[in-house]
Nanobody, 124 residues
Framework: QVHLVESGGGSVQTGGSLILSCVLS????????MGWFRQAPGKEREGVAS???????RYADSVKGRFTISQDNAKSTLYLQMDDLKPEDTAMYYC??????????????????RGQGTQVTVSA
């Protein structure tokens, strides 16, 4: 059974930083797309960043230059370094994983497996 557990969310002021972590277990495929997506109250779910088994990354335009996705395969952990946070980044952040597809980023929101989420709140 696949499990993803996010952590690292919290409340910060504008300009602050957070590091989200997602520990993965039970996913036995070597080819995958993994990433972060978020959902704010009253808004649609949106992809934030994706990474595949080759380490290729892609970001939403709204977070480029501020967020960095990375993975530690030895620890089965996915990270999201978030810098220069803005109030519009406030949302529940989820990590997800699915079998590899050509466009990892576009399928983030519908990942076959996802965690329960971690809340990020950025105050002005």
């Amino acid at each position: 059974q696949v499990h993803l557990v996010e952590s690292g969310g919290g409340s910060v002021q504008t300009g602050g930083s957070l590091i989200l972590s997602c520990v993965l277990s039970g996913f036995t495929y070597s080819s995958y797309c993994m990433g972060w997506f978020r959902q704010a109250p009253g808004k649609e779910r949106e992809g934030v960043a994706s990474i595949d088994m080759y380490g290729r990354t892609r970001y939403a335009d709204s977070v480029k230059g501020r967020f960095t996705i990375s993975q530690d395969n030895a620890k089965s952990t996915l990270y999201l370094q978030m810098d220069d946070l803005k109030p519009e980044d406030t949302a529940m952040y989820y990590c997800g994983i699915d079998l590899w597809r050509y466009d990892c980023f576009s399928g983030l929101n519908s990942s076959a497996y996802r965690g329960q989420g971690t809340q990020v709140t950025v105050s002005a």
